[in-house]
């Protein structure tokens, strides 16, 4: 779940930072601190369910405004799929919403 989680943070990101023609955002960027694998590893370990939300919320904020917000079809539906991860009440349960998460941010790309 570590990589799926540090996926979602990384692609958001993305989004914001990324701009045609510059250089990419890569796992170890400054702008990745705090949402790196071992991050999320340690919260997962810790079953911190509220700070792993907490930190998605934070990267899917930033990208809802780099999309333009909630009216727009793309913001829509990213803001549906990140209330769907908000809206788990295990840890266990977030693997599927968390996926279609990942994989929306990575073709909006």
């Known amino acids: 779940m570590e990589l799926t989680l540090e996926a979602v943070a990384?692609?958001?990101l993305k989004l914001v930072h990324e701009t045609d023609g510059g250089s990419p955002i890569l796992r170890d960027d400054l702008v990745m601190d705090g949402y790196e694998r071992e991050v999320f590893g340690l919260l997962v370990r810790q079953?911190?369910?509220a700070a792993i939300q907490s930190k998605i919320?934070?990267?899917v904020d930033q990208a809802l405004v780099a999309l333009?917000?909630?009216d727009t079809v793309m913001g829509r539906e990213l803001q549906r799929l990140a209330m769907d991860v908000q809206n788990v009440d295990r840890l266990d349960d977030m693997r599927m919403p968390l996926t279609h998460l990942r994989d929306y941010l990575r073709d909006i790309l």
């Open 47 to 49: 079953g911190n369910l």
């Open 57 to 59: 919320t934070a990267c």
């Open 10 to 12: 990384l692609f958001a």
């Open 68 to 70: 333009g917000g909630v």
